[in-house]
């Protein structure tokens, strides 16, 4: 499970816990976080502070991770559409070689359009999932194409180019062609009508009807069905093509391997050793028993400095919530920062203990949970370019309750967020008053990190299901619920007397900040994101809405939350913050009830009663504001480029970082170096 940046003041305010420290190399002074803005996009980069004081065995280890995460780029955009890599392809040759105008209209749009299908993974928004609209003409991308050298290009054998075009266009450029990626409208079959790349041929009840007859109720250890395959139907029947060696996405997960048999040799632990050789057969074998065999190991591993996720792991992408993208993040602990998030899992138990709801729904022993401050050294797969700031993993619930989790909060991406967008406006433009202005000042770095905490650490990791509750019993609104669920719980414990107990806040004021930034996010400032006319689809901002929506709907007799009119312009105010969170605390009890017992018609109303609708008029005046203000909604990373060097022998003596790499120059790289997969 995935801490996105909830809030675009967040983005603005959160401050690195990795503290100040200076590389050698780069100091903060010198180090520019920015590296272009385009159509609702800006670029940046992020700093690895820390690295150059790995020892040697550790730096290989984090260079052959890094290389292991970088092969599997081809899987995801795969994954996010069956045309995207011959899309990309096709752009990028003509991008490359074209001879014509390079600073006419329509080449500049499809440089733009390019630009956009590599920061998604595909043709369709990363987080608004609907398909991009070209802003170049279907007959300059045509004599584009023809003036492309065909060996550049990806055309089957024997294929002429007219055909290819007959076949792509209308993906390309029709707006009733596959429109989304991942396609939540209540009523509608999801599967025929999103254009994601895990189901060929199947209807909803048809995949549902499948992995039910599999299913045992009385197993609780039940593995993640279709975790990693792709189901389709061949002669009328239904068949899963399991992602592995030998398999579908074969010839990428053949390189992962081949740099995960590298990075076992350099081990840092004998635990470490057998989470990687685990994950090894994992690949080799794709049997979902071995993969969680493979997640224990890799819970228990605690004493490894530097860790990684690779593989199979979240499933926002499937409209039903079961098949995993695949994506990877290699890091190292941030030692001083993890003091915070050591402080939060030691008392695991108590928040458990302590949480607002009914007692048959709480883990009666908190076990294995673990939480720390990381560095990331490189972003891949579905945290590519756009990435998390927090994740909790793995994802069974069976696991989390035997054997516990792992959180991690990014601290060195929330450093960059934050230093690349200081003093851009957004502050004073949408929060209503000096003294929301003053606690967000002093706290909001601060309470926006714990909550990050909180929601990873404690929330995805609290709680139990009933037994013999289908874990997939909420379909398409479980991530959504599972994520509001985690949201609240760290809300609702931002507030509480024991964050100061701790030494983790400095008074009883700190939580305000936190409080007001998610409501003024998930009422009003989140919608930038949403192209006018649209609903939400994204789970993370229907989840924010819900939270938002339902204590605003719920508190208004009393007026705990309002939005009010100030000079033509719409403010959150919170009159009761005592009140909001006694409301927090009320949905945590409703939405732990709802995942605990799976009651999928409760979710279904909460989440289109209050997640899904938006409000025209506050949505225009919100875009317009914030248009206003020339800032980007979305921001994703280039990553650093790490150089292995060798001596004379072949024996590697150093790895070096560098970030001066361009946003361009790293895709076309990657699509030159990682290209894994045939396009066809």
């Not at 292991?68 to 991008?95: M, P, S």
């Not at 899963?240 to 590298?262: H, P, Q």
């Not at 005592?578 to 732990?592: P, V």
Request: charged content about 25%.
């Amino acid at each position: 499970m995935k801490k996105q940046i909830g809030s675009l003041l967040a983005a603005a305010t959160l401050l690195s816990a990795c503290g100040n420290r200076q590389e050698p190399s780069t100091t903060v002074e010198q180090f520019d976080y920015t590296v272009e803005q385009f159509a609702d996009l800006q670029i940046l980069r992020y700093r690895v502070p820390g690295f150059e004081e790995l020892s040697l065995k550790q730096k290989e280890l984090v260079y052959y991770l890094t290389e292991a995460a970088l092969q599997g780029r081809d899987i995801l955009f795969d994954q996010n559409g069956k045309y995207n890599l011959t899309i990309r392809r096709a752009l990028e040759a003509v991008y490359v070689n074209y001879k014509g105008d390079r600073n006419s209209a329509d080449f500049k749009a499809m440089e733009i359009y390019l630009k956009r299908v590599w920061f998604s993974n595909g043709i369709h928004h990363h987080y608004g999932s609907e398909k991009f609209v070209p802003g170049f003409t279907p007959e300059f991308f045509r004599q584009a194409l023809q003036e492309t050298s065909p060996s550049l290009f990806p055309l089957k054998e024997g294929q002429q180019l007219e055909d290819w075009c007959n076949e792509i266009f209308p993906v390309i450029f029709d707006p009733a062609v596959m429109p989304k990626r991942v396609n939540q409208a209540d009523g509608e079959d999801l599967l025929l009508t999103s254009a994601c790349n895990y189901y060929d041929g199947v209807t909803q009840q048809e995949a549902e009807a499948f992995y039910n007859a599999r299913k045992d109720p009385k197993d609780e250890t039940p593995i993640s069905y279709g975790l990693n395959s792709r189901l389709v139907k061949e002669e009328g029947k239904i068949v899963e093509k399991v992602w592995k060696v030998g398999g579908l996405y074969g010839e990428a997960i053949e390189k992962i391997v081949f740099w995960l048999k590298k990075a076992e040799e350099v081990a840092e632990t004998p635990e470490q050793k057998a989470v990687i050789a685990k994950l090894i057969t994992f690949y080799e074998t794709g049997d979902l028993k071995t993969f969680d065999e493979y997640a224990i190991l890799w819970v228990k591993d605690l004493n490894s400095r530097v860790d990684f996720v690779n593989g199979f792991t979240e499933t926002y992408g499937d409209p039903l919530g079961m098949k995993a993208s695949w994506e990877s993040l290699v890091n190292f602990k941030d030692l001083e920062a993890t003091r915070r998030t050591e402080t939060i899992s030691r008392n695991a138990q108590w928040f458990e203990d302590h949480s607002p709801v009914d007692s048959l729904f709480k883990k009666e022993q908190v076990k294995g949970v673990s939480a720390k401050v990381i560095t990331a050294a490189i972003l891949a797969g579905d945290l590519y370019p756009s990435t998390a700031i927090g994740i909790n993993l793995p994802n069974a619930n069976w696991i989390r309750s035997m054997h516990g989790s792992k959180s991690v909060t990014i601290g060195n991406i929330t450093d960059a967020y934050n230093k690349a967008a200081h003093g851009n406006g957004f502050n004073e433009e949408f929060v209503c008053d000096a003294r929301e202005l003053g606690w967000i000042d002093r706290y909001g770095d601060l309470t926006g990190n714990l909550h990050t905490d909180l929601h990873e650490c404690l929330g995805h990791g609290s709680g139990k299901l009933l037994p013999g509750v289908d874990p997939d019993a909420l379909k398409a609104y479980g991530s959504t619920i599972e994520e509001a669920r985690a949201d609240l719980f760290g809300l609702y414990y931002v507030a509480d007397a024991k964050m100061q107990e701790l030494g983790l806040v400095p008074d009883a004021d700190a939580y305000k900040a936190e409080y007001y930034t998610y409501l003024m996010n998930g009422l009003m400032t989140q919608l930038v994101r949403i192209e006018p006319g649209n609903e939400i689809e994204e789970a993370h901002m229907r989840n924010r809405q819900l939270i938002a929506r339902w204590v605003y709907e719920q508190g208004k007799a009393e007026k705990v939350v309002e939005i009010v009119k100030r000079d033509g312009k719409s403010y959150v105010i919170v009159n009761d913050y005592e009140k909001l969170r006694t409301l927090f605390g009320r949905l945590l009890a409703e939405i732990q009830r709802i995942k605990s017992t799976g009651d999928f018609a409760a979710a279904r109303n909460l989440v289109e009663s209050y997640a899904v609708k938006v409000d025209p008029a506050l949505h225009a005046e919100v875009l317009e504001r914030y248009k206003a203000l020339n800032l980007a909604p979305y921001k994703g990373f280039v990553n650093p480029r790490y150089e292995a060097v060798a001596d004379a022998e072949g024996r590697l003596v150093d790895v070096k970082v560098s970030y001066d790499e361009s946003y361009v120059g790293q895709m076309l790289r990657y699509s030159k170096d990682y290209a894994t997969l045939s396009p066809f």
